[in-house]
């Protein structure tokens, strides 16, 4: 049910970017899957499944995978356009394969400076793969080329550097976590998307059906898991922990909630 295209995996999307990074020469950030993992094929993208409830607790995740999706269907506008969406809630993946569309010309110009400054926005962390990639395309290009980059850079770093980006990213994973934890103690949550439409009894889950939606705190771990994906190495800010209930003011757990979110 939750398909890892994205997040710490590299997240290459299909078959071009990756033979394109080969033949330029950066090879250290795709060893691991150009060797081990052959990148998915268009198919397995295009059948990639999203869950649009995702988007209420880690929209970097929710937009990569739409992106990787469109990609597969050879919608290559609207892939551009998640890409950038899931990069402006701090998708370092996201921003990795930016650099490298722009870099091979994938469905666009060739443009160096520009994929320099997508790398160099993914590589702020200093997560190793990502940094890797960034010194190595900054090697090949000239001097002028480095200087366009840096003013590409400044113009890109308003909306998608993680002083902004991960901020609010970090913003929205916690407000769906605190939903989560009112939810009290024993309760479940159906998060929209996890079903299909022919398992739902018009647009509301019945009560027959809730016992299907997973339990507030199964689902709180899936989340976490995908959160620290999201938010890898980006120190002192967000701490993945356990699901804790919300308590009332004699320090007694809140009763679950009939029904559950969407």
Not at 90 to 97: D, E, F, G, M, T
Not at 229 to 250: A, N
Request: glycine share 8%; proline share 6%.
């Amino acid at each position: 049910m939750w398909r890892r295209y994205g997040s710490k995996a590299v997240g290459f999307v299909g078959t071009t970017l990756v033979t394109g990074l080969l033949a330029f020469g950066l090879i250290g950030a795709t060893r691991a899957q150009a060797i081990d993992q052959p990148p998915p094929t268009d198919k397995q993208l295009a059948d990639t499944r999203c869950i649009i409830g995702l988007e209420k607790f880690l929209p970097a995740d929710y937009y990569y995978c739409l992106a990787s999706q469109s990609y597969g269907e050879k919608n290559y506008g609207e892939a551009q356009r998640f890409f950038h969406t899931a990069a402006s809630w701090a998708s370092k993946p996201a921003q990795y394969v930016l650099g490298v569309m722009a870099l091979n010309g994938d469905h666009q110009p060739v443009n160096r400076p520009l994929a320099l400054a997508w790398l160099a926005l993914a590589a702020e962390r200093h997560t190793e793969r990502f940094y890797q990639a960034y010194v190595e395309l900054r090697a090949h290009l000239s001097a002028r080329e480095r200087a366009e980059s840096g003013k590409l850079l400044h113009d890109l770093q308003p909306t998608y550097a993680d002083a902004t980006a991960a901020t609010r990213a970090e913003a929205r994973y916690r407000d769906g976590m605190q939903m989560l934890r009112s939810k009290g103690i024993g309760s479940s949550y159906c998060m929209q998307g996890m079903f299909d439409a022919a398992q739902l009894a018009g647009s509301t889950i019945g009560p027959d059906q809730a016992m299907a939606c997973p339990q507030t705190t199964t689902l709180a771990v899936q989340i976490d898991k995908k959160a620290a994906d999201v938010f890898e190495d980006w120190h002192g800010h967000v701490t993945v922990e356990p699901l804790q209930p919300v308590q009332t003011k004699d320090g007694k757990p809140l009763p679950p909630k009939n029904g559950s979110g969407s």
